[in-house]
């Protein structure tokens, strides 16, 4: 490229360069600052079990609300979160605020459900990761059982036999885990082998064509197929029609979640959705 630009071209690639450093800069600064002066909040959203149309849970979904840029989705600085480390204490941040949510809601009287949190390989790798779920738990008093690990393929990259003896000492605490974004990871099959988990999350990608791509809907089915032999309990992610969801009801995929249910809400929100009747 720098070459094509000819006598300049050097410069303007330096200069190009150093506009995506300075700006990493500034985000990294931004985020250190969104911690400190509690920018993060978390939404939730419902995962319902369509055989009898009642919500089993819901899982927490980060926003960073900027002062003056507004909601910042977590694709736009989760990555960054995780190149500079800041995943660590903003991950313990979510992971305590979702705790303390799912038992807050209990103790004012609806029905417990399971809390699923989103967890960063990078945070999952720490040595202290198993004691950071359990003060979590401990600090908010939420019964492990109400507590759901989604971790993603990409946990599987390092030191596998650390991960599997994590994995179980969390499901023996009680603790739920599920696999996202199943199927768009790596080595999927081997490791879904080796890996003591409870659920796959159905990837949104193979969700949205369902029912006009014969190829994901053969993958969604090979998917119910091997969870079936395996055990495993299974949810569709990104549903938003009616025509995906009795496709899933035919093939026997029991919960969902999607904007057709409802999009994630604020806590304040939420709460109507628990006291929404069965649709
Ligand atoms: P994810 O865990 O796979 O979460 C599902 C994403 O799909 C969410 O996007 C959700 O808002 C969106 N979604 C749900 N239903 C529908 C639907 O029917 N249609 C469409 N088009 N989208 C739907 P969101 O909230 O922007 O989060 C994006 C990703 O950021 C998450 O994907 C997760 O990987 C990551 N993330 C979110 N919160 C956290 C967190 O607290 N910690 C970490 N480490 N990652 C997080
Ligand atoms: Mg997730
Ligand atoms: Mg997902
Ligand atoms: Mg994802």
């Known amino acids: 490229r720098a070459k094509?630009?000819?006598?300049n071209g050097y410069q303007f690639y330096k200069a190009e360069m150093n506009d995506t450093v300075i700006q990493k800069l500034v985000m990294?600064?931004?985020?250190?600052k969104a911690l400190e002066q509690e920018e993060f909040v978390l939404?939730?959203?419902?995962?319902?079990?369509?055989f009898t149309t009642r919500m089993n849970g819901m899982e927490a979904?980060?926003?960073?609300?900027?002062?003056?840029?507004?909601?910042?989705?977590?694709?736009e600085f989760?990555?960054?979160?995780?190149?500079?480390?800041?995943?660590?204490?903003?991950?313990?941040?979510?992971?305590?605020?979702?705790?303390k949510q799912n038992k807050a809601w209990q103790l004012a009287g609806f029905p417990p459900l399971k809390m699923a949190v989103n967890i960063s390989p990078i945070q999952f790798h720490q040595h202290d990761f198993v004691q950071v779920v359990l003060d979590a738990l401990q600090e908010s008093g939420l019964e492990p059982r109400y507590l759901e690990l989604e971790i993603t393929e990409g946990i599987a990259m390092y030191h596998v036999d650390q991960v599997i003896q994590k994995l179980q000492?969390?499901?023996?605490?009680?603790?739920?885990?599920?696999?996202?974004?199943?199927?768009?990871?790596?080595?999927?099959?081997n490791y879904l082998k080796k890996f003591p988990i409870d659920k796959l999350k159905i990837a949104q990608q193979f969700v949205r064509d369902i029912t006009v791509d014969p190829d994901d809907a053969a993958i969604v089915q090979a998917i119910m197929a091997?969870?079936?032999?395996?055990?495993?309990?299974?949810?569709?992610?990104?549903v938003e029609t009616e025509e995906q969801l009795s496709f899933l009801l035919d093939i026997k995929c029991r919960e969902i979640q999607g904007y057709i249910y409802s999009k994630p809400v604020p806590a304040h929100e939420f709460t109507d959705l628990m006291l929404r009747p069965p649709a």
């Not at 990294?28 to 250190?32: I, P, T």
């Not at 969390?170 to 990871?185: A, K, P, Q, W, Y």
């Open 28 to 32: 990294e600064e931004w985020l250190n």
């Open 61 to 75: 979904l980060i926003r960073w609300n900027h002062p003056r840029l507004g909601f910042i989705s977590p694709g």
């Open 169 to 189: 000492t969390l499901r023996e605490l009680g603790v739920h885990i599920s696999m996202d974004d199943f199927g768009t990871g790596y080595s999927s099959l």
């Open 43 to 50: 939404y939730y959203q419902p995962q319902v079990d369509i």
């Open 226 to 238: 091997m969870a079936l032999s395996l055990k495993l309990n299974v949810i569709a992610e990104g």
């Open 78 to 99: 989760i990555p960054l979160a995780e190149e500079t480390g800041l995943i660590i204490p903003i991950g313990q941040w979510v992971l305590r605020t979702a705790c």
């Open 4 to 7: 094509e630009l000819g006598k």
